[in-house]
């Protein structure tokens, strides 16, 4: 398929969601970028709401994911892959059926569609304020062309943060698949301090909505808030672009706490993801 092709398919796939704006994993750029890393791919314009699954297969057993399913809850078993496991993680929180395998939980999305001094004015206090001493300091933003040469440093120290703190995200890989399938479909921003680079994020961008992908801060980008800065000017550069919201993922005040207040600093709210459930070929004809 030529380039052109896959972006009007892309648009068009996108276009069904409201806004423009699919949810990551609904998106056309993420199944693209899990078929180049062998997925298989299925995409339903059923009547209850657009649905993108991403499937595997484990000898005779096929397991297929509907992550961010934003239609009827109720109406995910038909459009489930036939002979499949599906796992669902719908937006709201009631209605599907299925067993149970992980709880509901809340993210953090910001809202661009309002005017710059309208995000600022809606930063919490503590944020704005590092924001401006990040503004008025030593520290240098950069907007790179995102490939996998100049984001191999990031991608390196976010692997060694997701040893250090135990946690997993998408594999590495995928970002290069998904720069492949999708070109120009992200944001890659460098705090450098004297020239040295002490911190980078990455927004992956999907229709008109963005994500927040991984970040990391040496120390140096920790001691002057480079990370508030980064965020802000992504936020400014993805508006200009056309983008509307962005996810900052998962902000659990239970687990995470800082984490969470940093993130909802921003100004984002929080929006509620409902819980992932399992349902089994059987269960689906009965």
């Known amino acids: 398929m030529s380039a052109s092709a896959s972006a009007g398919r892309g648009a068009a796939w996108d276009g069904m969601f409201p806004g423009g704006a699919p949810p990551f994993q609904q998106s056309f750029a993420y199944g693209e970028a899990a078929a180049r890393l062998g997925s298989e791919v299925w995409r339903i314009p059923s009547g209850a709401g657009p649905v993108q699954f991403i499937g595997r297969r484990f000898g005779p057993l096929r397991l297929v994911l509907a992550s961010r399913w934003r239609g009827d809850p109720g109406g995910i078993s ?15 929180g009631g209605g599907a059926p299925g ?52 984001l191999r440093h990031l991608l390196g120290r976010d692997g060694a943060q997701q040893r250090t703190r135990g946690y997993r995200t998408l594999p590495h890989a995928f970002v290069a698949a998904w720069l492949d399938a999708a070109p120009g479909a ?6 450098s301090v004297r020239g040295e680079a002490v911190a980078e994020v990455l927004f992956l961008v999907h229709g008109r909505a963005a994500t927040w992908h991984c970040g990391w801060a040496g120390a140096e980008g920790r001691a002057v808030s ?34 969470a207040r940093f993130k909802r600093g921003t100004g984002a ?15 689906r004809r009965s």
């Open 226 to 259: 480079a990370h508030n800065l980064l965020l802000w000017r992504g936020f400014l550069d993805l508006r200009d672009r056309g983008v509307t919201s962005v996810n900052l993922g998962i902000a659990d005040p239970d687990r995470t706490p800082g984490l």
């Open 78 to 92: 038909a459009a489930c892959p036939a002979r499949s496991a599906c796992l669902v993680t719908p937006e709201a």
């Open 99 to 150: 067993l149970t395998v992980a709880p509901p939980r809340l993210e953090a999305v910001l809202d661009l569609t309002r005017p710059a001094e309208a995000l600022r004015a809606a930063l919490d206090q503590k944020w704005r304020n590092r924001l401006v001493r990040a503004e008025s300091g030593a520290l240098r933003v950069l907007s790179q062309r995102p490939d996998a040469a100049r």
């Open 269 to 283: 709210a929080p929006h509620a993801v409902g819980p992932t459930r399992l349902l089994l070929p059987i269960r």
């Open 186 to 191: 992200a944001l890659h921003l460098v705090g």
